[in-house]
């Protein structure tokens, strides 16, 4: 988990807040990803990025924005937060195998 | 939507039994991979089978992929209580390898 770091590690909000996860890896992957996890379910793509140009739409990314600030920086926003999107977020990386790497998570909790 | 499906949701064994876990997907897929993420933490990348082979092993892990039935499992040998996490399979499509669409997971629990 320590090549890719995610802050912060946890999280309150209030309903209508702007709240901004970050992510960090220092594994050289031009590949980055962000993830929804419910309890006892799967993980759902929000977005993913190829390169700091390349921006792409998940399954789910209604109610989410990224920014990609550089190669080893991606960054999530909810622009105004909801309760139902209370989950645990997780990003990852990949090689070009496609295999992922992923950050501890951050556990957000919309009220 | 997605792709895989685990099958069981849940398995609980015996330290040192087999533990047998499988995945079903709908579509046509360039590779299948298995993670395993301890409760609440990260997923790790166990084992990746490319559509064109057929069985893989690493260590204890053996995972096989049929891709007319469109089906996997992965075989975790002499398990032990380490082993208690959730196991999900994850599928990259044949069109395009860009993205994992990732299974809902089966939670195996190893009794010491």
């Known amino acids: 988990d320590a090549d890719v770091t995610q802050t912060p590690r946890n999280r309150i909000t209030k309903t209508g807040k702007r709240i901004m996860l970050e992510c960090s890896q220092t594994k050289g992957h031009d590949r980055m990803y962000w993830y929804r996890q419910d309890p006892g379910l799967g993980l759902q793509l929000i977005y993913y990025s190829f390169d700091v140009k390349d921006i792409n739409k998940g399954e789910i990314s209604d109610g989410y924005s990224v920014s990609r600030q550089a190669q080893a920086k991606f960054s999530l926003s909810l622009e105004s937060a909801i309760p139902n999107q209370t989950a645990l977020y997780f990003c990852?990386?990949?090689?070009?195998?496609?295999?992922?790497?992923f950050g501890p998570g951050t556990r957000l909790t919309v009220t | 939507s997605q792709q895989g499906e685990e099958d069981p949701q849940a398995l609980s064994i015996q330290e040192g039994e087999n533990a047998t876990m499988n995945c079903s997907y709908k579509?046509?897929?360039?590779?299948l991979q298995w993670y395993r993420q301890n409760s609440g933490r990260g997923l790790v990348h166990l084992i990746l089978?490319?559509?064109?082979?057929r069985e893989k092993h690493s260590g204890r892990l053996r995972v096989t992929l049929d891709t007319s039935k469109k089906s996997s499992s992965l075989l975790i040998t002499a398990s032990r209580a380490a082993d208690t996490a959730s196991y999900f399979c994850a599928t990259a499509g044949a069109g395009s390898a860009r993205q994992l669409t990732f299974g809902s997971g089966t939670q195996l629990t190893v009794l010491p």
């Open positions: 990852a990386t990949s090689d070009l195998r496609g295999e992922q790497y």
């Open positions: 089978i490319r559509s064109n082979e």
């Open positions: 579509t046509s897929i360039n590779n």
